[in-house]
């Protein structure tokens, strides 16, 4: 009796130390904090800073050449090793050039309209968070979420479907009068309706169209799980956990002033007076969301444009997806999550569920030819590029301003300056990746 008690026992320890020893490395995992930025130096994480220098040199080259301003941070191996003002962040007065010493220098803190990044730093986040949650599937139907989302086919639209830009709606939802003139008098709740019945052009999943409709109505998504405003959520449940104080919608409401931003079009939507209609903004933007849909019909709160951010924040949240989805001991979403948000789809190869992915031809303009297909971001109209390249460890934030400038003649779209080097965001990878220790030497640099 005593040999089996003592088996017994035994058996019982061995059982003991197995489920310790299975639970407690994981809850020592789970407490443990991940990664948060430090202050490092560009020659200690391995950039040549000759070759800074000469990116210095091209910026300040276009800035000279009337190019308004930018702010370009890098993270690498989890430090911040270079963040840098450049320019101006406000020359203009409607279309009056200041004189020189009235202009507004950029600086390291100046805030920015993150214009189409929002669509990933506001509504993809939040959905990769509920996501990781249970509380939502990129597989799922939106009428689940939308009851309104009906007619016309949709009722087989997934999320995953626009997320991949695919569900068959046109680039920008335009609301027309009976007599085709565009409306822009709604309020938010009408919009939110309209565009649940917003006229399919194109069979859902048969191609790959870009369009602020998949995420505005992604964004409406997020609010119907959370039963929050988008701004309400991702404020409280994201960026304030992670100390994000500059990083929000509607900002002139909640305490900032327009000085604290970089300014945008000279004559707020008219686009140098070739645009009109009634109750439209003549004022140089600033600190206002320029997107038309958001600012008119979505009161500055919408899941495709409207969060403004600043440098030193947007390195957190970069930071964050370099290290899988967590950042100290806060946590958005599992490193599974976020590979399901960055697996790319069918119809496009190189985007994923809202992330572009780079190693494509098709996007070298913003990724330039070194990124590798690990890397991912997404633009902003306003002048923003964010990209993050986990296989280096490296996260590039490249916040401009060129819509701070006239517009070109006879281009509603294009501003004066576009044509300059730092425009094109792939200029500014490239020069980034050249800086790298072991990359090769730009062509200014080696004399070619």
Request: aromatic share 10%.
């Amino acid at each position: 009796m005593r040999a089996k008690f003592s088996r017994a026992l035994g058996q019982l320890a061995v059982c003991s130390f197995l489920l310790l020893s299975a639970i407690l490395p994981a809850a020592c995992t789970k407490a443990a904090p991940e990664p948060v930025l430090e202050g490092g130096t560009p020659l200690a994480a391995g950039f040549v800073p000759s070759r800074l220098q000469l990116l210095d040199q091209k910026i300040n080259a276009d800035i000279e050449a009337g190019f308004p301003g930018a702010v370009l941070c890098l993270v690498k191996d989890g430090q911040v090793v270079k963040t840098t003002a450049y320019g101006w962040q406000k020359k203009y007065n409607e279309s009056r050039l200041l004189p020189q010493e009235q202009w507004q220098p950029m600086t390291t803190d100046t805030m920015f309209d993150l214009a189409s990044n929002t669509k990933m730093y506001a509504t993809n986040l939040a959905l990769m968070k509920l996501t990781d949650e249970g509380k939502l599937s990129p597989d799922d139907l939106v009428c689940r979420y939308l009851p309104e989302f009906t007619g016309d086919g949709r009722e087989q639209i997934r999320l995953r479907d626009l997320l991949t830009h695919s569900a068959g709606f046109a680039p920008s939802p335009h609301f027309y009068r009976a007599d085709g003139t565009r409306i822009y008098t709604l309020n938010r709740d009408e919009t939110s309706r309209r565009l649940c019945t917003l006229p399919l052009v194109y069979p859902t999943g048969t191609k790959y169209s870009y369009s602020d409709t998949d995420f505005l109505l992604l964004g409406l998504v997020v609010e119907s799980v959370t039963g929050q405003r988008l701004d309400a959520y991702v404020e409280q449940q994201i960026y304030q956990p992670l100390g994000l104080t500059h990083t929000l919608f509607n900002p002139l409401e909640k305490g900032f002033k327009p000085d604290d931003f970089a300014a945008g079009e000279l004559n707020g939507n008219t686009r140098g007076g070739q645009v009109s209609f009634p109750g439209i903004r003549t004022g140089t933007v600033q600190g206002e969301v320029h997107d038309e849909t958001a600012f008119y019909l979505m009161g500055g709160v919408a899941g495709h444009a409207g969060l403004f951010s600043r440098a030193g924040d947007l390195a957190v949240l970069t930071q964050l997806l370099l290290n899988g989805g967590s950042y100290g001991h806060y946590k958005l979403c599992r490193p599974e999550t976020l590979q399901l948000f960055l697996t790319p789809g069918r119809l496009n190869p190189a985007l994923a569920l809202g992330w572009y992915k780079g190693g494509s031809r098709d996007y070298e303009s913003w990724f330039g030819p070194y990124a590798g297909k690990e890397a991912f971001g997404h633009t902003g109209w306003t002048g923003t590029f964010i990209c993050v390249n986990p296989s280096r460890q490296l996260a590039v934030i490249w916040l401009t301003n060129r819509t701070h400038a006239p517009v070109a003649a006879g281009q509603i779209n294009s501003f004066a300056f576009d044509k300059l080097f730092i425009r094109k965001y792939g200029h500014i990878m490239q020069l980034v990746y050249e800086a790298l220790a072991g990359e090769p030497a730009s062509p200014a640099e080696s004399g070619k």
